[in-house]
Structure formats: C-alpha cells, structure tokens
C-alpha cells in the first residue's frame, strides 16, 4: 500500500464518486456493465482493450442465465452463442440449440459485454501498476504513470497476484494442483450437447462437448497432474488421448477432425484471508478461485456483482467515508458467503469422488459403482423380460 505524497491536482481530473475498477475480465466487465447503468461513474483499467482469446468458461448454466436476465445482460451471451442470420457460423432458426447447450469462446463474450458498456464507462488501456488507499479517497497508478482518483476500488484481476502483494493480502492455498481443464474444438457433421464419463480410475471429472458457432467444443476436467504423460498426449494428439480415458467421448467425437489445438490450464484453488482493506473490495477470481470442474466460476462472480450493486456499493457510496468496517460486510454477506461455500464444496467433493485417498473415498467410490451398476442392470431389466416373453418364430 502506498502513501500518498502527491497533489491532487495532478490527478487525470475525475469526480471522487468514481468507482475504479481494476481488471476487465469477467468479473469487472459485467460490474463496469450493472454499475454504469445504474448511473455510477465507473473506469475500467485493463491492458487490453479487445480482449485477447483465452481459455475461461464457455458455457452458461441456468442460475447464470437468471442473473443475466436480471441485469438485462443476457443478450450479451446470447447474441454471440445464437449469431444473427447471415452470419457464416449462425444456426439455422429452427435448429437452435438452448442457451444451456450451446457455448462461445470466453473473448466473444467478453467483448460483447465490453460493447454493451454506456457511454459512462471510461476504459483505461493500461495495467494498473500500484493502488494507494484510505478511509476516504483511493488513487490508482498505471503502469504509464496516469494517476486516477475515486471513492472505492474494486480489484478483479482474475488470478494476477501482483496488486494483492502491494495491497498486503494473502492468499491462502486451498487445494494446490487441484486440476486441469483441457479444451479443443472438432469440426462434427452434427454437434451434440452432452456431458460423458470417463473410465473409473482415470482421474478425468468428465468431458463436455457442445456446440459453438462453427465448431464443436470438447473440454475435459482432469484430476491428473498438468505435467502426466496422459495430459502431454492430450496436448499433442487430444482425439486419440482421450480415447484412452473416456470411450464414450471416442464413440461421440469418431470422425471428428480437430480444427482449435488443445490448451491445458492448471488450476489451485485458494482464497483471500482477512480481506478488508480500506477503499478497496476483491471480486471473482481475485478473491477466491473454485475449480473450473465445478462450474461454478461465473455463478460466484454473478453473485458478487449482484450482492454488491444490490446492497453494498449504495450504501458504501451513500454515507460518509470507506473505512474496512464498511467493506468487511461484503465478505460477511451471507447471500456472499452461501455461494463461495458452495463452489468450495462442490470442486472439492468433485475432486475427492474421482482421486480422494482414503477410506472414506474409497467408499464412496464403490456406492457410487455399486449404484450404477444396478441402474444398468435395473434399466435392462424390461428389455430382457420383453425378450423372454416375445413369441419365437415358428411357435
Ligand atoms: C480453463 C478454465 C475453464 C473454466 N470453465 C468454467 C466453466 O465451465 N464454468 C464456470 O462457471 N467457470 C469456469 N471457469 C472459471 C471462470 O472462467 C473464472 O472464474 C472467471 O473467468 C474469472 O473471471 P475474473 O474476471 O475474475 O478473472 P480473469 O478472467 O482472469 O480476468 C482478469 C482480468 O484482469 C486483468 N488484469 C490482470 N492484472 C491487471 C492489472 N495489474 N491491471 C489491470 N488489469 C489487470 C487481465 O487482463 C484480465 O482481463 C473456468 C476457468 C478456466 C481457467
């Protein structure tokens, strides 16, 4: 944290009822969004004005979309998993798939989000080099040297631990190594949405294939280690590998050619301990990260957004200062707190049912086999009875 030794007059000149907000991607586009339309002054600070490609969720589930819809942001997703007519990758009207079973990549979303930003939303294309706070005022600097004050501070840098050191918090390592998510996309004369196992005992959470424009999406949540021979394989050859693993993706993806490479991302999962801080508060996955496996990442950062522009933020801005007693009741917030619970537990029982050590897993994995198998046996069953009483030819 700094102190500030500087005037005010040589700040870029911005109402001090600005909120800032530091990282663009999921977390502080969406806020920059909600906020601005709220009438809130609002600047967002990213080294990237377009955002580049890169490996995030794809696919929306249907908490995601009520949220969405609740800020009048569902278009923004919509539009670019269900492109306009005339588009080369658009699906035919009457063959579209629901919004649950069709995704995009994570930078078109991105930047349909970062489109739909009023006129209100200041974009700063810079990173943000250093953030000095106080109960009252905070001033960021960026890495260019520009120097902008506002109110409240809202840090969303995604996984970047640079500005949590400068602002003096910890992270706490929840699950080191807890995965790694693969993706790469097929081209497929017809693009199913489906969700498949893999083989008991081969570390893989499950492989999602759905439709995106002009392509079909395969990601696999995997529980082996990013550096296993098996996740090098994927890398280099992602159809044959995962035949190894999951022979019912193979029977899905046979003839399938792939036209994206395969990107492989680690993932630890942690979170911030003690994090009020005056002036500023932490969203998304600055805060705390949930195994992408879960697929709870964009639920947590919708949640956040609508715990904080429902509650917090008018209160926060509408009485006097912004001391971390005020702060401390967003993290306090048990609408907060029920979400980020639940994502913890989901990424770490997901995780403990697949490669847990220990009896209880252990147990767990043979109730698990030993329920499947009688579904199996339970959904053969009529068949086998229809065989047997079906009149033999010739009797
Ligand atoms: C491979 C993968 C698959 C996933 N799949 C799913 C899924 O299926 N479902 C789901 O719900 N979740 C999923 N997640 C989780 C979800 O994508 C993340 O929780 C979410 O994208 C995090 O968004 P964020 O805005 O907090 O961080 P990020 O997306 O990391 O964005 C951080 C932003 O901050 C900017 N930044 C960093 N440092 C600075 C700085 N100093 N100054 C200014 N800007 C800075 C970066 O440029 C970036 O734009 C997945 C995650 C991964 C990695």
């Not at 909120?19 to 609002?42: D, E, K, P, T």
């Amino acid at each position: 944290m700094e102190d500030f030794d500087f005037e005010v007059a040589s700040f870029v000149p911005y109402a001090l009822d600005q909120i800032l907000i530091v990282g663009a991607g999921m977390a502080g586009s969406l806020l920059a969004f909600v906020l601005s339309r709220a009438g809130y002054g609002v600047t967002v600070f990213d080294p990237h004005r377009r955002p580049p490609p890169m490996f995030r969720n794809e696919k929306l589930g249907d908490e995601q979309i009520v949220l969405l819809r609740r800020y009048d942001a569902l278009s923004c997703f919509a539009d670019v998993c269900w492109p306009p007519e005339g588009h080369p990758h658009a699906y035919p009207a009457d063959a579209r798939p629901s919004l649950t079973d069709c995704g995009a990549p994570h930078h078109a979303w991105l930047t349909s989000v970062r489109d739909a930003w009023p006129a209100n939303v200041r974009f700063v294309e810079a990173a943000v080099d250093s953030i000095a706070t106080s109960d009252d005022m905070q001033v960021v600097t960026t890495a260019t040297g520009e120097r902008f004050a506002g109110r409240l501070v809202v840090v969303a840098t995604g996984r970047a631990p640079r500005l949590l050191d400068e602002l003096g918090l910890r992270r706490r390592a929840i699950s080191p190594g807890h995965s790694v998510c693969l993706g790469f996309s097929v081209a497929l004369d017809s693009s199913p949405s489906v969700v498949v196992q893999g083989l008991p005992g081969a570390g893989i959470g499950y492989v999602s294939i759905f439709p995106m424009p002009g392509e079909t999406r395969v990601n696999v949540f995997s529980y082996r280690p990013l550096d296993d021979p098996w996740t090098r394989r994927m890398s280099r050859s992602p159809l044959e590998a995962l035949a190894e693993v999951s022979p019912d993706a193979a029977e899905i993806l046979a003839g399938a050619r792939v036209v994206r490479r395969c990107e492989a991302r680690g993932t630890d999962l942690y979170r911030v301990d003690q994090p009020a801080r005056d002036g500023v508060v932490l969203i998304g996955d600055a805060f705390h990260a949930p195994c992408p496996a879960s697929g709870t990442g964009m639920l947590r950062i919708l949640n956040d957004i609508d715990v904080l522009a429902r509650t917090h933020i008018p209160q926060w801005l509408g009485s006097e200062g912004m001391a971390r007693t005020k702060i401390a009741r967003f993290y306090a917030d048990p609408a907060k707190r029920r979400i980020d619970r639940r994502s913890l537990s989901i990424s770490l029982r997901a995780r403990g049912s697949k490669v847990g050590r220990g009896p209880y897993w252990a147990l767990h994995r043979t109730a698990v086999g030993v329920r499947s198998a009688l579904r199996t046996a339970i959904a053969a069953a009529p068949v086998r009875r229809a065989a047997v009483s079906r009149p033999q030819p010739g009797v």
